[in-house]
């Protein structure tokens, strides 16, 4: 096990990091960011804070009073603290949701770091994302954090969810972007089925996986192919019953937690400005896993 914040020296220089979501009491940030600062020689502690939606204000204004590096925000703040910040990238804006805000002298500037974690993640496993065409299923707040970035390389996205509501807000606001790239489709095993012969990637985007639905997948096996490569945003369990399918039909297989890992990573070189110690983070989240 990585030996965590005893050996972090507390002084009167110890700067702050701080999560704001509502539970925090799960999150693995804590342990993975303040065991980063330590290996790269900054004085800082990143501390999950459970805050009430009528205290949002004051804890995103407690940021600039209290002189803290920043905040990683998390559900069910990541759209209402935008109306609380001093800027907001581009990015975050096209996203509608803010998962990073960096203390910029003062300046609180948001920003969201999903999407570009999930796009080194698929680089990192040499997925061609060039002139291919994927499907999504689910369409809430990862699916837009992917899908902003995404859609800058590949060709077509095809997005579906049980929800016609959120689809309908997610696919309107694409297309003012990137047009005609991106449709939609009703969820049902036809459409599903018809579309995924079309397509060389999947993405789910759904909690469909994930505890307590960890005996169920968004996709049936049937469904899939070796040469279709597969991507399950759900980190926890590392593995989930989509990802195990799709591993013994032969497809190439990307989880969430890389996608986890490189969000953080993004988030700790806007506090510090230095390189993440990349491996030590990954270690700590494979440490704090469900492996099966
Ligand atoms: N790897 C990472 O870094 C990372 C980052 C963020 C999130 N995640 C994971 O991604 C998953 C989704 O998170 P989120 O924040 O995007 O959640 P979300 O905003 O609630 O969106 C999920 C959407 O999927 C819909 N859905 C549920 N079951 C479905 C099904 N069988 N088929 C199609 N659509 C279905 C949901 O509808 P209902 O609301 O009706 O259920 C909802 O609209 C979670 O497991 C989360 O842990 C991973």
New binding site residues.
Partial sequence: MVKFLIETELSGKTKVVILIGNPVEHSMSPKMHTTAFKEVGVNAIYVATKVEKNNLKTAVESIRALNFLGANVT?PHKVAVMKFVDEIEPIARDIGAVNTIVNKEGKLIATNT?GL??MRSMKEAGVKLKGINAVM?????????ISFNLLHEINQLKI????KK?IDSLVSNLKQRFGNKVTSFN?NGKNLKTELEKADLLLN??????FPKNKET?VPKEFLRKDLTVFD????PIETLLIKNAKQIGAKTIG??K??LY?GVEAFELWTEKKAPIKLMETIINENLIKK
Wanted: hydrophobic share 45%; net charge neutral; with cysteine.
């Fill in positions: 559900i999903d974690g999930f299923v689910g369409a809430g707040g990862v699916a837009r954090a579906t969810d049980i929800k959120v969820l985007c759904t909690p469909i996986g994930m968004p945003a759900i980190y926890n969430g937690s996608m986890f969000q």
